[in-house]
């Protein structure tokens, strides 16, 4: 990835201080893309993964949401125009569909879990 990450120093606690990565919505998006088909991967997973890849203590959670909101937004209305299941950013395998969160993505809970279940199948 020909990224720079945006690494910034957030407070830890009362004393400590951490590097915080502030991920790019491609960073984001090239990470769930990795998720296991069919399979619901939590979000601190993802975050994890990227703090790790960047050299990071941690991710930044609301700005790994934000873009979650977004990419589920293009996904979500790239496949009611007709595309491809597989062009697509695979958004519901980072969603509880029994979340707060998942009711506020595009498609709600029921895609999401339409969506792992086609997953599933098709393995």
Same mark, same amino acid.
């Given at each position: 990835? /020909?990224?720079?990450?945006?690494?910034?120093?957030?407070?830890?606690?009362? /004393?400590?201080?951490?590097?915080?990565?502030?991920? /790019?919505?491609?960073?984001?998006?090239?990470?769930?893309?990795?998720?296991?088909?069919?399979?619901?991967?939590?979000?601190?997973?993802?975050?994890?993964?990227?703090?790790?890849?960047?050299?990071?203590?941690?991710?930044?959670?609301?700005?790994?949401?934000?873009?979650?909101?977004?990419?589920?937004?293009? /996904?979500?209305?790239?496949?009611?125009?007709?595309?491809?299941?597989?062009?697509?950013?695979?958004?519901?395998?980072?969603?509880?569909?029994?979340?707060?969160?998942?009711?506020?993505?595009?498609?709600?809970?029921?895609?999401?879990?339409?969506?792992?279940?086609?997953?599933?199948?098709?393995?």
């Amino acid at each position: 990835m /020909s990224e720079i990450p945006t690494i910034k120093p957030r407070r830890k606690g009362r /004393s400590g201080m951490q590097a915080t990565l502030i991920p /790019s919505q491609q960073m984001v998006a090239a990470q769930i893309r990795l998720a296991q088909e069919g399979v619901f991967t939590e979000l601190g997973v993802l975050r994890r993964r990227l703090a790790t890849q960047y050299g990071a203590d941690a991710c930044c959670p609301v700005t790994v949401q934000r873009h979650l909101r977004a990419i589920a937004d293009l /996904s979500f209305h790239a496949l009611q125009k007709g595309e491809a299941v597989s062009t697509v950013t695979p958004y519901w395998r980072m969603v509880d569909p029994a979340s707060l969160l998942a009711t506020r993505l595009a498609g709600g809970a029921g895609f999401l879990r339409e969506r792992l279940a086609a997953e599933r199948r098709e393995r």
